[in-house]
């Protein structure tokens, strides 16, 4: 079964820095992975979406890559600021149309 | 994007009652529909998926006699919690996806429902 991992779970930086975010994944037979973003009690809003074909997706200040072969994704987020602040979920969909999540990273920017 | 809602954004009830959630897609037919559940800190856990015209396909240890899932149309999913525990208290999640909408086989997230059993 496919499980992913965010690392790290939880993240603060200073305002203006620029901060990578880890998924990982342990089946590479993907058909594609999409970087959430999740407000406290709010639904999710699709930030990227980057098919098994493709390495990386950019949208505004957020650049997500894709490595299939060793199971791994990073979203970078370029410039922060506190609007940032969120709960950024990965989740990798197989050819079967099932969705797994990540655990999540927890980050805060600090003004 | 593609619009999902659901409805409604919250809801308090009694232990033992019953609570249906919708989840719709306003402007695409969704040939398919995922119910997730979530925790407080915990990430999204499928339930079930859902495809219009069909029984629902639950994920290993989701009750389907406790969560009924009826998706009638290519717009309308509802999730039915029976005789809700104070324990069935979660953050009710839906998703939408469709073939004709994406063909990155996208999934597109409604809001969430808040339920709180008392």
């Known amino acids: 079964k496919q499980e992913v991992t965010q690392i790290p779970a939880a993240l603060s930086v200073p305002e203006g820095e620029n901060l990578v975010l880890n998924c990982s994944f342990t089946?590479?037979?993907?058909?594609?992975l999409q970087w959430f973003r999740q407000d406290p009690g709010k639904g999710l809003t699709s930030l990227l979406l980057?098919?098994?074909?493709?390495r990386e997706q950019t949208s505004g200040r957020l650049n997500a890559s894709l490595d299939k072969s060793s199971g791994r994704s990073t979203l970078y987020i370029a410039a922060s600021q506190p609007g940032d602040s969120a709960t950024y979920l990965c989740a990798v969909s197989d050819t079967g149309n099932q969705f797994y999540f990540g655990t999540g990273t927890s980050l805060t920017v600090i003004p | 994007g593609a619009v999902v809602s659901q409805h409604p954004s919250w809801v308090i009830c009694k232990s033992g009652t019953s609570v249906k959630i919708e989840c719709r897609s306003l402007d695409f037919q969704a040939t398919t529909m995922f119910w997730y559940r979530q925790f407080p800190k915990q990430s999204l856990m499928l339930m079930a998926t859902s495809n219009e015209g069909s029984k629902a396909t639950y994920e290993q240890g989701v009750e389907k006699d406790k969560f009924l899932i009826n998706h009638a149309s290519l717009t309308l999913s509802t999730l039915t919690v029976t005789s809700a525990h104070p324990e069935d208290s979660s953050f009710y999640i839906c998703s939408a996806s469709s073939w004709d909408r994406s063909s990155y086989n996208e999934q597109f997230f409604g809001p969430g429902t808040r339920l709180t059993v008392l």
């Open positions: 980057i098919q098994s074909s493709q």
């Open positions: 089946d590479s037979a993907i058909y594609n």
